[in-house]
């Protein structure tokens, strides 16, 4: 899970990128860079939050009324500043690149780019196999009589040998930008338009702060173009579309679970309405265990609109009883275990008169390794509490996500082999109480603002509650993902 961001505007576009970029600041807080182009590509990128890596003088230099942003959350590579996207190459044309998503035949793909096309990949960004795929594809055809045609069979070709999920935004220098989402739609992407100007990000949010219209969702198998027409800068843009491949679209159901910001809408779906409607959902689980609370508290921030439906369905009172730091990220996006847990009790502290001598049921979004919860019911029954019940706005996670959620190897999950008592046991709760996997999908399956683009229909990715992967997953893939990110993690 990344940010991604393209804008082709009018004059300088590197204030809306900066902007833009931290509105989705929470999808990444790893790394960010941002790449722009008039007549040449001007980029900065580096490990670290957006703000910490931009500053007056770098941001002067982005010159160029079409660029890319991007932050990163690593779940390929070890996380090193080489691996920050967006990527460049200067053959053919000069083509910039930055995409949401995991490859799943990532080392394939490298194996034969260096063998086959004698392209050396320079990092383990698996967007580097993306770009060289793609670039490799361009350059087959006459760019003397260059079309939006050439870029659509440049991402067909993409959708042929590339595997996995994958939202991409990208440019082609002096020529124009282009964005597509892979073929099953696993990671969201939305595009935008304001007067001339257009811009695609991994939710509407920034669109929102930056003052574009959302237009609609990319489909699935989808390829957008926007051309810079002669002369360049001066002339209106064409946008130019076409679905080049069409599969059951699956996408991500984590995205409404956690990662999407409250105030977004993705696929034609409003993340804090389908949020409120998990914790509708979940409290039927609550009342059928006959679980008898003086409280709800949500585990700020994602879970908080749970949370409050759960206590108007329940009866019982809404209480905010733990308070977040808001200059601590979130944690269950840092690459390494020990960041996760050293900075569960700087980021939470409960407030006591709210909490003691009560039997309080907590509400969050997920549990995967059950540290985070651990330390927050720790957290809760040593400030008084009499009684701590967990309710969980998902299913266990039971299996790895191989679509780019750092939770890709089987080992990591509390719930593998246990069931509820024996989790509630370990992570200290005196009853835990999980959504079901029909009311996970009922809550998010309600549209309100689905384009024509966008295929209604109620399938999703839930392969890391199920172990059911919409596209081939081999078992030597498996191997390979879990010994990079165990290599990854152990890198000392």
């Given at each position: ?8 505007g ?13 509105a ?9 860079g ?37 932050t990163?959350?690593p ?12 990527f460049y190459?200067?053959?053919?044309l ?11 035949n ?29 670039a490799?594809e361009l350059?087959?055809n ?34 124009g930008?282009?964005?597509?989402r892979?073929?099953q ?14 811009a ?6 920034p669109?929102d ?27 209106q ?35 804090y ?21 003086d ?12 949370a409050t ?13 733990l308070?977040?730091?808001r ?7 840092m ?8 900075t ?15 039997k ?12 985070t ?7 809760v ?20 996500c191989?679509?780019?959620i ?23 709760a ?8 029909n ?6 399956s309600?549209r ?10 109620n ?7 199920t172990g ?10 498996f ?14």
């Open positions: 899970m990344c940010g991604i961001l393209g804008v082709c009018s004059g300088n576009i590197v204030g809306e990128l900066y902007n833009g970029l931290g989705l600041q929470h999808r990444g807080q790893d790394a960010a941002i790449i722009t182009c008039d007549q040449q590509f001007h980029l900065k990128k580096g490990n670290g939050l957006v703000q910490n890596i931009f500053n007056q003088k770098n941001i002067a230099r982005l010159n160029g009324n079409m660029g890319i942003g991007h990163r959350y779940t390929i590579g070890g996380g090193d500043a080489e691996d920050a996207q967006p190459i200067n053959v053919p000069g083509i910039a690149m930055a995409h949401n998503g995991n490859v799943t990532y080392s394939e793909l490298k194996k034969a780019l260096e063998k086959d096309s004698f392209y050396h990949l320079n990092s383990r960004c698996d967007v580097e196999a993306i770009l060289n795929v793609f490799n350059a087959s006459n760019l003397r009589k260059f079309s939006p045609e050439m870029v659509f069979k440049a991402v067909h070709a993409v959708f042929k040998k590339v595997q996995g999920s994958y939202s991409v935004v990208g440019i082609i220098a002096n020529k930008m282009f964005a597509f892979d073929p739609g696993i990671k969201p992407l939305v595009v935008g338009r304001k007067d001339d100007n257009y695609f990000a991994s939710e509407s949010v669109l702060i930056l003052g574009y219209q959302l237009e609609r969702d990319v489909a699935p198998g989808e390829a957008i173009f926007i051309q810079e027409q002669e002369p360049f800068f001066k002339a843009r064409q946008l130019f579309s076409k679905r080049l491949m069409k599969k059951t679209h699956t996408p991500c159901i984590f995205e409404w679970i956690y990662f999407a910001r409250p105030d977004s809408v993705m696929d034609g779906i409003n993340v309405e389908a949020r409120l409607r998990l914790g509708e959902e979940l409290a039927k689980e609550v009342i059928k265990r006959n679980i008898k609370a409280i709800v508290v949500p585990v700020p921030d994602s879970a908080k609109p749970a439906t759960m206590a108007e369905k329940l009866g019982l009172p809404f209480r905010e009883g308070v977040k730091n200059y601590i990220g979130r944690t269950f996006i690459p390494l275990q020990e960041a996760r847990e050293s569960v009790r700087q980021k939470l502290n409960p407030i006591r008169s709210e909490i003691k001598g009560k309080v049921l907590l509400v969050d979004d997920s549990i995967v390794r059950g540290t919860s651990r330390e927050i019911i720790n957290l029954k040593n400030a008084g509490a009499k009684e701590v019940y967990l309710a969980v706005t998902c299913p266990p996670l039971r299996y790895p191989v679509y780019g750092d939770m890709q190897t089987k080992n990591e999950f509390i719930a593998r082999n246990k069931n509820e008592d024996k989790i509630a046991k370990e992570i200290g005196d009853k835990l109480i999980y959504q079901t996997l009311g996970l999908i009922k809550a998010v309600i309100k603002f689905a384009s024509s683009n966008s295929p209604r229909n399938k999703y990715c839930t392969a890391c509650f059911v992967y919409p596209t081939k997953i081999s078992d030597n893939m191997k390979e993902i879990e010994q990079d990110r165990c290599k990854a993690q152990c890198s000392c």
